[in-house]
């Protein structure tokens, strides 16, 4: 019964990191202010509720659109990083700024991907008493065959790794004021929201939206992109590739110990080991294996390297408008 004041018309705050995105961003900031508006006038929102736009180093005019939104209505404000540091990042800066100003913050992408006027159906959730609310894609049917078959995959593997994470929810989520305490008390650099966001914890819900194309502009993650993205949210969430390869190690010990009793028993038997082939495909095998093995320890002791390291995750250059 505590949170039933704050649960009536709470201030919310939409947060939209923007890269390179100044075709896209002067339509759907409006969209984002009508949205904004709904709420208000439906009473479901505060008045104070506002859009943070976070620049992630965009190299085209997308900050100064910002900053002449900002000017030309209070509700928009920005934040500028001092440089391109992705996604993920630009996000958790804007919700780190946004915290302690807000009852309840939204995040989207600015593309008009995120269908907008599903953020009254979060609302309605929180207000029911959600702290997290997932936007989780209803289809994928904008999506190519293999956007959607390699999505599909992504998810299956991070289950199989033991990742709790939300099938088929990106970065379209609401969280509470004390949701977004919790995040911040994940003090990590390799950042991977959608699999951190459940470790917070609290009631949450799911809402179902579509997604559509892109309004205009193009996908800032190519193949390459997404593969370092999942790649990151396994070994960021999961010691299980490592003891996979430790059972792995156990079983080819085991395998080569049977190798070598019949090595000895055909020797003293008499019995002529034949040729080297086998021999090199063993050596080549178990040597790819060996490879294979370093390569995934390496991977976790660079993440080591960089959370040891514990740099800035964003350094913020300018703002725009009042937070
Ligand atoms: N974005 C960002 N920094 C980057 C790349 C992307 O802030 O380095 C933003 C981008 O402006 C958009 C969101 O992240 O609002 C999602 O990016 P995009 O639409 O390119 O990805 P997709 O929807 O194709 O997965
Ligand atoms: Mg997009």
Request: charged fraction near 20%; proline fraction near 2%.
């Amino acid at each position: 019964m505590e949170d039933a004041p704050v649960r009536e018309k709470p201030v919310l705050y939409i947060v939209v990191p923007c890269y390179n995105e100044e075709s896209v961003l002067p339509v759907t900031a409006r969209l984002f202010l009508l949205e904004l508006e709904y709420l208000v006038s439906t009473g479901k929102i505060s008045t104070g509720s506002k859009i943070c736009f976070v620049n992630d180093g965009s190299s085209d005019s997308t900050w100064s659109i910002i900053c002449s939104l900002s000017s030309s209505d209070v509700r928009y404000v920005g934040l500028s990083l001092s440089r391109n540091r992705g996604h993920q990042n630009a996000l958790l800066a804007g919700l780190m700024e946004v915290r302690g100003k807000c009852d309840i913050c939204v995040s989207m992408d600015c593309d008009g991907q995120d269908d907008i006027s599903a953020c009254r159906r979060m609302v309605d959730e929180y207000l029911s008493g959600s702290d997290v609310v997932y936007g989780v894609r209803s289809k994928r049917e904008t999506d190519t065959t293999f956007k959607r078959l390699t999505a599909q995959g992504f998810y299956r593997l991070l289950e199989l790794m033991g990742v709790e994470i939300v099938y088929n929810h990106a970065d379209y989520r609401l969280l509470s004021s004390r949701a977004l305490d919790g995040l911040a008390e994940f003090g990590e650099v390799n950042l991977f929201l959608r699999g951190l966001v459940p470790l917070v914890g609290f009631t949450s819900s799911t809402v179902e939206y579509e997604r559509s194309e892109r309004i205009a502009g193009e996908s800032h993650y190519p193949l390459s992109k997404m593969l370092g993205l999942a790649f990151d949210g396994i070994t960021s969430l999961s010691i299980k590739p490592i003891r996979t390869l430790s059972f792995a190690g156990v079983l080819f010990s085991v395998l080569g110990l049977v190798g070598f009793i019949w090595a000895v028993v055909a020797f003293f038997t008499g019995q002529a080991i034949s040729g080297w082939a086998s021999t090199v495909c063993f050596v080549c095998f178990f040597g790819g294996l060996q490879l294979f093995a370093l390569g995934i320890i390496g991977e976790y002791v660079g993440k080591i390297y960089l959370e040891v390291k514990n740099r800035p995750r964003y350094i913020i250059a300018e703002r725009t408008g009042e937070l």
